[in-house]
């Protein structure tokens, strides 16, 4: 993931980070709200408890738990998809950004990903 910053991610620049993205779809769903591209998902916010649950390779997924067990925990794993739960304040603002550009990329249609004028991850 990319370089460092300071620690914490507000529920309104997680919100920013996923809205960015083109032909994202939010719902609400109870107390949480469902990100999805083209109707499949690949985050959901509970501005609640400030969490968020992003969808990652299973490489990123342990990568990040191992890293940094205060910022990243593992959700559920699913086939080569491992969920990751963000807790926001305890996040870095770069490496959430990285993974919930991934986590587009890994869902959205290819002709989409192409077209996206998106950095690197």
């Avoid at 990319?2 to 032909?23: F, K, N």
């Avoid at 969920?83 to 002709?111: C, G, N, S």
């Avoid at 989409?112 to 991850?121: K, N, Q, S, T």
């Amino acid at each position: 993931m990319g370089l460092r910053t300071v620690r914490g991610v507000s529920v309104e620049e997680a919100l920013r980070m996923v809205l960015m993205l083109p032909e994202v779809d939010q719902r609400q769903h109870g107390n949480h709200i469902g990100f999805r591209v083209r109707d499949k998902g690949f985050a959901y916010l509970c501005a609640d408890d400030w969490t968020m649950l992003v969808k990652a390779s299973r490489e990123d997924q342990a990568a990040l738990v191992e890293d940094d067990p205060r910022a990243y925990k593992k959700a559920h794993t699913s086939g080569r998809i491992g969920w990751v739960q963000v807790r926001l304040r305890k996040a870095h603002e770069d490496e959430l950004a990285d993974l919930i550009t991934e986590a587009w990329r890994m869902t959205a249609p290819r002709l989409i990903v192409a077209r996206a004028e998106l950095p690197l991850c």
